[in-house]
């Protein structure tokens, strides 16, 4: 593929991954804030993204498969078009349900959507291995971009998430969003150029399991990764800032949904940007991949700090106040900084540790890892909140981290691949 057709495929698939992530970032949002004012506990919360997660993980490992078999233009498309069906599906919840029927519902729902995600990233994160130019710093800053550029779109589908709730209420906002996202699958279809890998009939699915211990490390070390971020960002700290920004009545429940959408849209939005500057904060084209390498667990380990300062301000507090709820909103902005560096440092190193035969097979097994990460994360936002509120789920984000640092330190720097 020469070179102005790599960057109208890789322009076309950022432009794809873009449209798909605005829709889920609102989803997400429409999702927690409409049924926590239905009076769900947050466990019950929790349950809702648990089969999405799932669905991830499932999906992951099989989806390297699949793209390496029929192509990655295939399971971009189907991603897409999966989001549209999830999106329709939800218009069909009746609020008369009973809340186990409830629950069942949206959580097949969110497991079909969780499967139409992770197949629209890994297409994107491998088509950006395969396009990006071959000069030193050229995959990192390609990677950086696709990945901060979604998440700044994911963090402004946050806000559009919790507005169109607000003024359209959650039928109409679903229907909104399935139909503008089916006419951009439309738009894609049509501009796409053609060049990426089609496929081929001999990729079996064993191959998706990696022999490399840098990729199998450094997947372990993104299960905690992520699983530090989603325990306080699912449920967590949406809902102690809900139960503090809202005064009950109608009003106060809509201006809270503003105010929480606003911060997880900045919070998202500043990850995104972070993540696309990460190339020239690290100094990567002054860099081999080796230091890049030894730099990951140096960073965890930065980050460790954060989460373990507001567990000890949440406990300090006697309760609600005004200075902790700034604190916590300085400590996770800060989080997210640091957070966005680490998690663009892992998604370059993935692909420095790939080869190009394998990219959509170990692409898939590491987000196979990221999505039981957030599982892991989920799982806990909603049972560590419940169980010792938010001190516990800080605290447990802290340990993760942790975590993430000493396995980030078992990389290889010399054994980067070709």
């Not at 971009?145 to 209420?169: D, E, P, Q, R, W």
Request: proline share 3%.
């Amino acid at each position: 593929m020469s070179k102005p057709e790599g960057l109208s495929a890789y322009i076309a698939v950022t432009a794809a991954y873009w449209a798909f992530m605005l829709t889920d970032g609102a989803l997400r949002m429409l999702v927690l804030l409409h049924f926590h004012t239905l009076g769900f506990s947050p466990v019950q919360l929790a349950y809702l993204f648990v089969l999405y997660e799932i669905a991830g993980m499932v999906t992951n490992l099989s989806a390297g498969w699949i793209a390496a078999r029929f192509g990655l233009v295939s399971t971009l498309y189907a991603g897409l078009g999966l989001q549209v069906v999830a999106l329709l599906a939800l218009t069909l919840l009746d609020p008369g349900w009973a809340v186990g029927a409830s629950v069942a519902f949206v959580m097949c729902v969110q497991g079909a959507s969780g499967v139409a995600k992770d197949l629209a990233k890994m297409s994107s994160k491998s088509a950006a291995k395969l396009l990006a130019p071959s000069e030193k710093g050229g995959l990192f800053r390609w990677v950086a971009v696709l990945t901060g550029s979604k998440n700044a779109v994911k963090g402004v589908g946050f806000l559009l998430g919790a507005a169109l709730l607000a003024v359209i209420g959650f039928t109409g906002a679903v229907l909104a969003m399935a139909v503008v996202l089916g006419a951009i699958l439309a738009v894609i279809v049509a501009v796409m150029p053609s060049g990426l890998p089609t496929g081929r009939k001999g990729a079996k699915f064993s191959e998706v399991f990696s022999k490399s211990a840098n990729i199998n490390w450094l997947s372990a070390a993104r299960v905690f990764l992520f699983g530090a971020r989603d325990v306080w960002f699912v449920v967590g700290i949406p809902i102690y800032f809900y139960a503090v920004l809202s005064d009950g009545t109608e009003a106060g429940n809509r201006a809270a949904f503003f105010m929480i959408g606003t911060f997880m849209a900045v919070w998202v939005i500043l990850y995104g940007a972070v993540q696309a500057a990460a190339p020239k904060l690290l100094r990567a084209s002054a860099r081999d991949e080796a230091e890049l390498v030894r730099a990951a667990r140096g960073w965890a380990g930065a980050l460790c700090l954060v989460p373990a300062a507001l567990t000890a301000a949440v406990l300090a507090a006697p309760g609600p106040q005004p200075w902790l709820t700034g604190t916590l909103v300085a400590g996770l902005l800060v989080f997210g900084a640091l957070f966005a560096v680490n998690s663009s440092l892992h998604s370059y190193l993935i692909l420095a540790f790939t080869k190009s035969e394998r990219v959509t097979m170990d692409v898939g097994f590491y987000y196979m890892a990221n999505a039981g990460g957030r599982l892991l994360g989920t799982v806990l936002s909603g049972l560590t909140y419940q169980i010792g509120g938010l001190a516990l789920v800080l605290g447990t984000a802290a340990a993760m981290v942790a975590l993430a640092a000493l396995l980030s330190g078992r990389l290889d720097a010399e054994a980067v691949a070709a």
